[in-house]
């Protein structure tokens, strides 16, 4: 099975300029909890992502007030991609190589086209490629946490 079967196409996406609520309007209207970062309206090519998780650890609790602050301010970089043709086991190793889950889907030209949750390859992969994606983007002690001393989050940002 191929990304481009199960991915979500057309996703929400913001740029560097939008303002912090109006990305989490996008999310609240969309039901989703990633919104890709791309360079322009006119060159969609993602360039970051903004999560629910960052918006609240990045603002919130550093007491900032999001509604002040721009995607520029909190989205993640760099941003991991895959493509439409992906299959759907590469792409859960995707996942558990950087403990992500959820991943933009960019076209031939390198444009942002879909996006893919790891909750999508739950529903539609077998049971064991299910369970080693949440096992292996839930496990301590990833590249990064080492990198960075301290566990990343949802999204593989600390």
Known sequence: MKVREIMTRDPACCTRD??????ARMMVERDCGEIPVVASARNPV???VITDRDIVTRTVASGRN???MLASEVMTTPVVTTTPDAKLEDC???F???QIRRVPVVDEKGECCGIIAQAD???AAPDRVTVEVVRDVSQPGSPMESARGAAPDE????
């Open 121 to 123: 390859i739950a529903r």
């Open 18 to 23: 939008t303002r912090i609520e109006e990305v």
């Open 66 to 68: 999001p509604i002040d």
């Open 96 to 98: 558990a190589e950087h």
């Open 46 to 48: 993602p360039v970051g």
């Open 155 to 158: 999204d593989g940002v600390v």
């Open 92 to 94: 859960a190793r995707m």
